[in-house]
């Protein structure tokens, strides 16, 4: 017997599907009704699924949505919320996975940049697409992935011509709205970067007002050689939320991707991050911080490829656990045969801030090949009592001196963002995140 | 420089002698002792457990709780969730009990070719080698053949006798304790143990008593067509103290055989366990055929405040390693340690590591895992470490080291933290890397040939584990661990 969050898809699909933007296109039909079936045939993966170990989906599973939002169009959305600090570029918002274009700002964009909605792209020239969009068939793509492929039908396909640098960041907004009953929203982005080209993405996940909808995002990105990316994800949806996001990056030779990510909303959070480096003198420096208060539940996912030689990747991620909320970190770093060379290191350490919160973290490595340095490290603790023995002796209260001490826990994942305005933004989210004074466990 | 390292053996051999006759003699423990056994027929289901227990002459309850063992097991599918290639395993087709014929009443009687196959082994288990000082049981497939010092022991308090004697012999404690740690139904392979153990080691060590002498237990499998079971339970009461070593070997022969064991350990208040193994099963030939597979369940009991129980691994041989030595803290302020040597060579595989749950305040553990992986073997290290609600304090540090020889093998980290006190702190490190080109050839100005160099780099490499072996099992696992390494570098 399917669940009842199964259920929801598999009776409504069929003319859902029909009225998806790109419906009518044969191999587009055809894959998408392959997902769908694919996702109600297997349903949701439960804790004995070793991907899925720390993360229960049983009280998804008795919980019921309603796939697409057909007033998505007029939602009422301030768009003073939609302002980041130090982003002043080109803008994307899609509400609820569905393009707003009075709310974004897609005039003037500069030369070698190609910025356009998928469901636009698709009504255009669907083939292009066609490689990108189908991919996941091949692989053993999980029931979010799967959902995502079946019922997304917006998104951003952002194209970079070669040797184009494009100085002005790119913005992309998903938004979420109260609306009547739960919702289930799904987006498909495709970023594509020429070679020697260069770009800065922000990716913002926000909420006008509370609401407990499910959003599903799937990004493929693609750096031919020598281009060079700069991702920050800020991710700040309702605390009722449900977020399941997946970026899959491919890196040829000597490419650079450098991505930041800061995780503050969000009742249940699963970012899953894959990155192939696939060509000789690939680079990917990924940065993050999570911190789940309340009863959040944020996990972090990364798998981490190393396919050809001399690539490097470091990964440095920062976890804060308060309340009753639950952070788990998967940091898995492989090399393959023939990758020689390798330079690859991850760190990941935790704070403990209170008695029923509670960290999983499971760093791993994989390596097929010899000429390789590859380290990990991972902790799980709480303040050091020097530290705020220190601070206490300046004349710092032992509340406002753990919240710096969180603070710079934290900031070290954030440090190296390039654009300042925008670093000093995130530094000012995470502090108001962190407990008020008197507030702390 | 690099090209020489990675020079393929099979063209050197073609040209140095003195490499054919390393090669050749690399496992030593191969050959086959020529001695008449008594078996039952392969097979496996109630009616052979009831003979076996008969024939073990075992009171009502222990054929019960095998029975029941054996029927969960039934109901229980093969794990596959390690990172191994494991060939399916036709549980019908092996023998579940194998015995030398004549049962010998004591140790004088004991027959002169079982003595000799130990002498071989270099296990001193005839009068003359007793000045070696340490209590050997020897298990021989799947019977206890002796164990010397009983008497001593004796003196002391101390039981050190095989399982069978002990569930004749000592029925309350045996009853009182086994599958306290590991219940029969813990796992795949724990309740096959349960169903089918034919021996082992027993140990009680009671109150207060520190134990005189190490106590050790050398397992051999000689028979073909057949498995090792063997279950261990080490008791050591309040205060008490006992330092324990084991050793396995096996003939050369091209099928995989089973070793399936159990050991429990029970530690009470202040009371401590030190286990130290050396496990050089046949590990297959460098086409992966034959060798032993070696799944094992292994986890100690913290059961008092302030106890300790210590594991020390070197494992250089088996097929197939899957073993994960395991402390349950729950006594307040009690420890935890293991430190492992994990080699493998040409095909092998290993999936090992520890689990340290802790669940009593302040608790303690500590982690030493070293990995080597040469040839086109693999070699993973998987371990937890889970802290509980109650757990204030607690303290872990885990430190994995794997280093790579060759192009062709896989070494591999699987760690698990699950954390649920604040006050607790949980560190893990590992690396993974190869003996640089830099250390190869700063040895090799100083006149070492490449093979001594490599030799002393991965000694070095080892010595934070080699430390905690007693003295006599540090020289052995030291020279194990170069005759399983030759071949491996060019």
Redesign the interface.
């Known amino acids: 017997m399917a669940s009842a969050f199964v259920q929801s898809f598999a009776e409504l699909a069929p003319d859902i599907l029909a009225a998806m933007p790109g419906s009518g296109l044969p191999w587009l039909d055809a894959f998408r009704r392959g997902q769908l079936d694919a996702f109600v045939r297997d349903g949701l993966p439960g804790t004995r699924s070793e991907a899925w170990k720390y993360t229960t989906l049983r009280a998804l599973e008795r919980r019921a949505f309603r796939p697409g939002d057909s007033d998505a169009a007029i939602r009422d959305v301030d768009a003073a919320c939609l302002q980041l600090e130090g982003v002043d570029g080109p803008r994307l918002v899609f509400v609820h996975g569905v393009f707003r274009p009075d709310l974004s700002t897609l005039d003037d964009l500069p030369p070698g940049l190609t910025l356009q909605p998928l469901s636009q792209a698709l009504a255009e020239d669907a083939e292009p697409l066609r490689f990108m969009l189908t991919r996941g068939e091949a692989q053993a793509a999980d029931a979010f992935t799967r959902l995502n492929a079946a019922l997304a039908g917006d998104g951003m396909v952002l194209r970079v011509a070669g040797h184009a640098r494009i100085d002005v960041p790119v913005h992309l907004l998903q938004v979420g709205a109260p609306a009547g009953e739960d919702l289930a929203w799904h987006a498909r982005n495709i970023v594509e970067l020429g070679e020697d080209a260069a770009l800065t993405l922000v990716e913002h996940h926000i909420g006008t007002g509370t609401h407990t909808h499910l959003g599903t995002q799937v990004s493929d990105v693609v750096l031919h050689a020598r281009a060079q990316l700069a991702w920050v994800v800020l991710q700040e949806a309702p605390d009722g939320a449900l977020l399941f996001r997946h970026d899959r990056l491919r890196l040829d030779a000597d490419a650079q991707a450098r991505v930041h990510a800061l995780e503050l909303g969000g009742a249940l959070v699963r970012h899953e991050f894959d990155a192939e480096l696939r060509g000789e003198g690939a680079r990917l420096d990924t940065r993050g911080a999570f911190l789940p208060g309340g009863r959040q539940h944020i996990e972090t996912r990364l798998d981490i490829r190393h396919l050809a030689r001399h690539t490097a990747s470091d990964a440095l991620w920062r976890g804060v656990a308060d309340k009753r909320g639950r952070g788990v970190f998967h940091g898995a770093i492989t090399v393959a045969e023939g990758a020689d060379g390798t330079d690859a290191a991850l760190s990941n350490k935790n704070l403990l801030l209170s008695p029923h919160a509670e960290i999983d973290t499971q760093p791993v490595l994989e390596i097929y090949a010899d000429e390789v340095m590859a380290a990990h490290g991972a902790t799980v603790g709480q303040f050091d009592e020097r530290s705020l023995f220190y601070l206490r002796s300046r004349g710092i209260p032992a509340d406002a001196a753990r919240t710096l001490l969180t603070l710079a826990f934290c900031r070290a994942a954030l440090d190296d963002i390039g654009n300042e305005v925008l670093r000093e933004h995130l530094g000012k989210r995470l502090a108001a995140r962190l407990p008020a004074d008197g507030e702390t466990a | 420089m690099s090209t020489e390292t990675h020079e393929p053996v099979s063209r050197l051999t073609d040209r140095n002698p003195e490499v054919v006759r390393a090669l050749s003699r690399r496992y030593g423990a191969g050959f086959i002792t020529d001695i008449e056994t008594d078996s039952l027929p392969a097979g496996l289901n109630e009616d052979i457990i009831r003979a076996l227990s008969a024939l073990k002459e075992e009171p009502e309850w222990m054929t019960e709780w095998r029975l029941a063992a054996y029927r969960h097991w039934l109901t229980m599918p093969m794990p596959h969730?390690a990172k191994l290639k494991i060939a399916p395993i036709d549980f019908q087709a092996i023998s579940y009990y194998a015995a030398p014929k004549n049962r010998p009443k004591s140790l004088d009687e004991v027959d002169p070719k079982l003595i000799e196959t130990y002498d071989k082994l270099g296990v001193p288990l005839h009068e003359r080698a007793r000045l070696a000082g340490v209590a050997v049981d020897a298990v021989f497939d799947s019977v206890s053949v002796g164990t010397t010092f009983r008497k001593e022991l004796a003196e002391a308090g101390v039981i050190f006798c095989s399982m069978s004697e002990a569930i004749r012999e000592h029925p309350e404690l045996v009853r009182n304790y086994l599958g306290s740690v590991v219940p029969a139904g813990d796992n795949f392979f724990a309740a096959l143990n349960s169903a089918v153990f034919s021996d082992g080691s027993f140990v009680f060590i009671p109150k207060g008593v520190r134990c005189p002498m190490e106590l050790s237990t050398y397992f051999r499998i000689n028979a073909g067509h057949t498995g090792q079971f063997e279950r261990t339970l080490i008791i050591a009461e309040d205060g008490a103290s006992v330092s324990y070593l084991e050793g396995c070997t096996a003939p050369m022969r091209d099928e995989n055989q089973l070793h399936a064991a159990v050991v429990e350990l029970v530690a009470l208040e202040k009371a401590s366990i030190k286990y130290s193994t050396v496990q050089n099963w046949y590990p297959g030939d460098e086409n992966g055929v034959g060798g032993i597979y070696n799944f094992v369940t292994k986890r100690g009991d913290c059961r008092g405040d302030d106890s300790k129980i210590s594991w020390t691994q070197v494992e250089t041989g088996s097929a197939i390693t899957w073993k994960y030595p395991s402390c349950v803290l729950r006594g307040d302020r009690s420890v935890g340690e293991f430190y492992s040597v994990a080699l493998t060579h040409n095909m092998q595989q290993a999936d090992t590591g520890t689990k340290m749950i802790h669940v009593g305040r302040g608790t303690r553990s500590k982690i030493v895992s070293k990995g080597i992986s040469a040839g086109r073997s693999s070699n993973a290290y998987r371990g937890l470490v889970k802290?509980e609600?109650g757990a204030e304090d607690a303290r872990n540090h885990t430190q994995c080291d794997?280093l790579?020889?060759?192009?062709?093998?896989?070494?591999?980290?699987?760690?698990?933290?699950?954390?649920?006190?604040?006050?607790?702190?949980?560190?893990?490190?590992?690396?993974?890397?190869?003996i640089s080109d830099d250390q190869l050839f700063y040895c090799r100005a100083r006149g070492l040939d490449q093979e001594n160099a490599v030799s002393m780099i991965v000694d070095g490499f080892c010595k934070q584990v080699f430390r905690e072996l007693p003295m006599e099992f540090a020289v052995e696992a030291k020279k194990l661990l170069e005759v399983s390494l030759e071949g491996a570098v060019g």
Do not use: D, Q, R
């Open positions: 969730w802290v609600k794997s790579l020889i060759g192009k062709k093998c896989g070494a591999h980290t699987f760690p698990y933290m699950e954390v649920k006190n604040p006050s607790a702190i949980v560190e893990h490190e590992a690396t993974t890397s190869k």
